[in-house]
T-cell receptor
Framework: TQLLEQSPQFLSIQEGENLTVYCNSS?????LQWYRQEPGEGPVLLVT?????EVKKLKRLTFQFGDARKDSSLHITAAQPGDTGLYLC????????????FGKGTKLSVKP | DTAVSQTPKYLVTQMGNDKSIKCEQN?????MYWYKQDSKKFLKIMFS???????INETVPNRFSPKSPDKAHLNLHINSLELGDSAVYFC????????????FGPGTRLTVT
């Protein structure tokens, strides 16, 4: 059974701090996606990583896919209150891109 | 210009009732999905349709029956509702089943009393 473990589960920081969220598995994934979900809304795709070792940047967000394609990290530099939300990683199950397994999420709160 | 829309946004009903949730996407996508997000925010896939054909059917009670009248619509009918069905249900779509990106609707919060 493929599982994705996210850590930490909760994170509360002050504006301007840096943070890293982790998504780990014992299984290999053909791709990993990161989504952000705000209260009362559906998840919104931030990025997809496909190649082992791949690094993608989205403004202050840096995403990395592990060399073995079993883990990923999301690093936020100089967090802002607008970064507050639930961050979800998702992996394609059995190499089938549409069949996603989600981690349980990291709830980030950035205080002004 | 809503991409993926769901109705209703909130649904409160009693145990034993039958209810439906509707989903429509105007993105021209071939693939649509239903997800369930529980009270701990765990998001799990339930069904997926590709061009009106069922391609994913996870371990979901057969009280849940998806219906896709055309590739822009995927509705979810739930019979004999139980307390444990209370959750937020999300519809999503993607250009193709092999696409990396999925676009989610705003969710339907179902409360069974």
């Amino acid at each position: 059974t493929q599982l994705l473990e996210q850590s930490p589960q909760f994170l509360s920081i002050q504006e301007g701090e840096n943070l890293t969220v982790y998504c780990n598995s014992s299984s290999v994934f053909s791709s990993l996606q990161w989504y952000r979900q705000e209260p009362g809304e559906g998840p919104v795709l931030l990025v997809t990583v496909v190649t082992g070792g791949e690094v993608k940047k989205l403004k202050r967000l840096t995403f990395q896919f592990g060399d073995a394609r079993k883990d990923s990290s999301l690093h936020i530099t100089a967090a802002q209150p607008g970064d507050t939300g639930l961050y979800l990683c998702a992996g394609a199950r059995g190499g089938s891109q549409g069949n996603l397994i989600f981690g349980k999420g990291t709830k980030l709160s950035v205080k002004p | 210009d809503t991409a993926v829309s769901q109705t209703p946004k909130y649904l409160v009903t009693q145990m034993g009732n039958d209810k439906s949730i509707k989903c429509e996407q105007n993105l021209g996508h071939d693939t649509m999905y239903w997800y369930k997000q529980d009270s701990k925010k765990f998001l799990k896939i339930m069904f997926s349709y590709n061009n009106k054909e069922l391609i994913i059917n996870e371990t979901v009670p057969n009280r849940f029956s998806p219906k896709s009248p055309d590739k822009a619509h995927l509705n979810l009918h739930i019979n004999s509702l139980e307390l444990g069905d209370s959750a937020v249900y999300f519809c999503a779509s993607s250009p193709m089943f092999s696409s990396y990106e999925q676009y989610f609707g705003p969710g339907t919060r179902l409360t069974v009393t």
